[in-house]
């Protein structure tokens, strides 16, 4: 009986070890799956790091938690993939935008409303190649 109930906590532990895996996995993004969630609230992202391949389109879903406005702005737009790319939303609001790097490198994301980024509010794709 107690071989039973052992091997029972141990299936038990191997499914929630799996489940929180799994979770984990589905939080962020690894870059190959070309999707990503990111929460705007009390300047800061959530996450503030996002993986992505070149010439993988990235579909990211924005959510605005906080309280004020809040956007997602690359500063340098010199890729055609980047091009216009701005998000600006108010408290509440969803929205999903879609992303392709033509190249490998960090391309840096910030809130660009005033002083949110002096704040902290800042983020990163990380593409590899």
Do not use: W, Y
Request: charged share 15%; hydrophobic share 45%.
């Amino acid at each position: 009986m107690k071989v039973i109930a052992g091997l029972m906590v141990l299936a038990m532990a191997v499914v929630l070890v799996v489940a929180v895996g799994m979770a984990a996995r589905g939080s962020g993004n690894d870059g190959s799956t070309g999707l990503a969630e990111v929460v705007l609230e009390d300047l800061r992202f959530t996450p503030n790091r996002l993986d992505a391949t070149v010439g993988v389109p990235l579909t990211v879903r924005l959510t605005n938690r906080g309280l004020e406005r809040h956007d997602l702005n690359f500063p340098s737009l010199h890729m055609p993939g980047l091009e216009g790319v701005e998000s600006i939303l108010e408290p509440g609001e969803t929205r999903t935008i879609r992303l392709q790097f033509d190249a490998p490198g960090t391309h840096t994301f910030i809130c660009s409303l005033p002083g949110h980024a002096a704040a902290g509010m800042t983020g990163a794709v990380f593409v590899r190649p």
